[in-house]
């Protein structure tokens, strides 16, 4: 079964507005955690932010933010003010101790293009 | 301080020959997974390395598929023989045995198998 689902094959965004990458998962456990990583064109995964089930706030790095909604199991990426070096591949990912191991879950991802 | 480092960055090999990708995890990073996105869908998981020992292969596809981290360090992922479908990005990645939860990937290596 589908663990993690992004919904969007591609978005784009005007160059210094937010854009909001959609990400739903499930699971059975309560405690698990909550990745998003970018991959630019070069091929590397870059990790840009982290959410833990039981963390009472939305994580938040710089200009990302993690709009996480339990009861929905969402777990929403925003970037604010984009930028043009954020055009890249974008995963959400699930780590489901629960499982067993600590293995990440990925989406399919979604390309985000960003429009000067 | 030198991220995760993967060789080679592409490879073409031609079915039936065999060929082995490199990891050189984040020194003193005790975990080391490898990954693998064949063209069009996710990045699967292949498996998890706590230093020497594996800790978790669910994912490996099958015996053509042979992983190893000699001393817990570098970790190699040998395919023999190699089919057609193996062909795709694989990612290795690597994080610390306590502390931040995230894992740091390689750049991945590209193998294209014809």
């Known amino acids: ?116 | 301080e030198a991220g995760v480092t993967q060789f080679p960055s592409h490879s073409v090999i031609e079915k039936g020959q065999t060929v082995t990708l490199r990891c050189d995890p984040i020194s003193g990073h005790d975990n080391l997974y490898w990954y693998r996105r064949v063209m069009g869908k996710e990045i699967k998981f292949l498996l998890h390395f706590v230093k020497e020992s594996k800790q978790d292969e669910s994912g490996m596809p099958n015996n053509r598929f042979l992983a190893e981290r000699t001393g817990g360090t570098y970790s190699t992922l040998k395919v023999q023989p190699a089919e057609l479908e193996d062909s795709g990005v694989y990612f290795c990645a690597s994080s610390p045995q306590r502390g931040a939860p995230e894992a740091f990937f390689g750049q991945g290596t590209r193998l294209t198998v014809v």
Do not use: H
């Open chain 1, 1 to 116: 079964a589908q663990k993690i689902t992004q919904t969007q094959p591609g978005m784009f965004v005007q160059e210094k507005e937010a854009v909001t990458l959609d990400c739903t998962y499930d699971t059975s456990d309560p405690s698990y955690g909550l990745f998003w990583y970018k991959q630019p064109s070069s091929g590397e995964m870059i990790f840009l932010i982290y959410q833990g089930s039981y963390d009472q706030q939305n994580a938040t790095e710089g200009r990302y933010s993690l709009n996480f909604q339990k009861a929905r199991k969402s777990a929403n990426l925003v970037i604010s003010a984009s930028q043009l070096g954020d055009s890249a591949m974008y995963f959400c990912a699930m780590r489901d101790p629960g499982a067993g191991s600590y293995q990440l879950t990925f989406g399919k991802g979604t390309k985000l293009s960003v429009i000067p």
